[in-house]
């Protein structure tokens, strides 16, 4: 039997669209049917490239998210739009992948989270990491028990292009109305999505925020507009089981690329993975009476590995996939998400709830 033809419709056609759209054109039974930008000139461009018929091509984003001829959407925007979006599409009952971070604010994640209960939708949200195939074997791994209990988890996430020397101007990153915080929801949001993905909830969190640069050019004018939210961020935490967690971003580490690594320190070994070596995952045992040390270099094969949009359609053909960061997943990255913020504004640490009875009904 033949497989179903769905039919793809692309909020936002900047860079992170682009590449939704590169990954999409991966998986077999989809095609790209409509497109929407604010930007005319970037629809009329991608429109023409990708075939798109004139009457799918929408400047509106409730427009797109009504057409009945689209089976779901792909929306990669500012942080900003997420919860309107969302909102629609809950309305509208369209399946939806969404970036991260969830939303801005934790207003903003309990209405979605209240209208989703009454009305769920196949929902994912863009925690992309999960699919490295580091990741992948070393969820295995965890789930094996070859590291024994997990004791401590340790992740940093860093870049350069925040440091002064590139004089980089001010975008909607940098304004807490637009973005909800800076650093913390842009990549910090990963690191939380990485801890739950591996180890589970969190129970405590501590957390410290600063802002380096306060003030960055205006693109169009060249004045200084006011930077509100964080350049950087780091975070204890105690997660389920006991289990200790550390962190720390920023974009202020010259010689850095996209270094996002993450260690697991568990009663029989540790373990080592980074995003820039996505086929790697470096393992270090003792076994035996002796305790005898052995040190590996994994090195995965890619291809064996389901990419995340791929995973998204085996989502909604209902294919049993356990991987998705769902709305759930990004509701809890948001609890958490805010409790840094808010322990960083009054130096106390803060507890979360890990009753999953609280909003059960959108597991």
Same mark, same amino acid.
């Given at each position: 039997m033949n497989r179903r033809e769905w039919k793809a419709g692309i909020i936002g056609l900047g860079g992170i669209g682009d590449y939704h759209m590169n990954h999409l054109a991966?998986?077999?039974?989809?095609?790209?049917?409509?497109?929407?930008?604010?930007? #005319?000139?970037?629809?009329?461009?991608?429109? @023409?490239r990708l075939h798109v018929p004139a009457e799918k091509r929408y400047s509106e984003f409730t427009a797109i998210i009504a057409d009945p001829d689209i089976d779901f959407l792909i929306s990669g925007v500012s942080n900003q739009f997420h919860a309107d979006i969302l909102k629609t599409a809950i309305?509208?009952?369209?399946?939806?992948?969404?970036?991260?971070?969830?939303?801005r604010t934790m207003e903003e994640a309990d209405e979605l989270a209240n209208l989703y209960e009454h009305n769920p939708i196949p929902c994912m949200i863009g925690f992309s990491y999960r699919y490295r195939p580091c990741f992948q074997y070393v969820k295995q791994l965890v789930a094996e028990g070859t590291l024994g209990r997990i004791r401590h988890i340790?992740?940093?996430?860093?870049?350069?292009?925040?440091?002064?020397?590139?004089?980089k101007p001010y975008t909607w990153?940098?304004?807490?109305?637009?973005?909800?915080?800076?650093?913390?929801?842009? $990549?910090?949001?990963?690191?939380?999505?990485?801890?739950?993905?591996?180890?589970?909830?969190?129970?405590?969190?501590?957390?410290?925020?600063?802002?380096?640069i306060d003030r960055r050019p205006?693109?169009?004018?060249?004045?200084?507009?006011?930077?509100?939210?964080? @350049?950087?961020?780091?975070f204890q935490c105690i997660l389920e089981g006991?289990?200790?967690?550390?962190?720390?971003?920023?974009?202020?580490? $010259?010689?850095?690329?996209?270094?996002?690594?993450?260690?697991?320190?568990?009663?029989?070994?540790?373990?080592?993975? %980074?995003?820039e070596r996505p086929?790697?995952?470096?393992?270090?045992?003792?076994?035996?009476?002796?305790?005898?040390? #052995?040190?590996t270099c994994i090195h995965l094969d890619g291809k064996q590995f389901k990419g995340m949009l791929q995973d998204f359609v085996d989502y909604l053909e209902q294919k049993g996939t356990t991987t998705v960061p769902t709305l $759930?997943?990004?509701?809890?990255?948001?609890?958490?998400?805010?409790? $840094?913020?808010?322990? %960083?504004?009054?130096?106390?640490?803060? #507890?979360?709830h890990t009753d999953l009875t609280q909003k059960e009904g959108l597991v």
């Open positions: 991966k998986v077999e039974n989809v095609q790209i049917a409509a497109i929407c930008d604010v930007n #005319t000139k970037a629809v009329e461009q991608v429109g @023409d309305a509208c009952g369209k399946p939806i992948f969404s970036e991260k971070p969830f939303t340790a992740a940093h996430y860093l870049q350069e292009e925040n440091a002064p020397m590139f004089n990153r940098f304004s807490q109305a637009m973005a909800g915080s800076g650093i913390l929801a842009d $990549i910090g949001s990963h690191m939380v999505d990485a801890a739950r993905f591996f180890v589970g909830e969190f129970v405590q969190v501590s957390g410290l925020m600063s802002t380096f205006d693109a169009r004018t060249g004045e200084l507009r006011e930077v509100d939210v964080d @350049d950087f961020t780091s006991g289990v200790m967690g550390s962190f720390y971003t920023h974009k202020n580490a $010259i010689g850095t690329g996209n270094q996002f690594n993450v260690t697991l320190f568990g009663d029989l070994g540790t373990v080592r993975i %980074a995003v086929n790697e995952v470096h393992l270090t045992l003792r076994a035996g009476v002796n305790h005898q040390l #052995t040190e $759930i997943d990004g509701y809890r990255n948001q609890q958490v998400l805010q409790a $840094i913020i808010d322990s %960083a504004k009054d130096g106390k640490s803060r #507890t979360l």
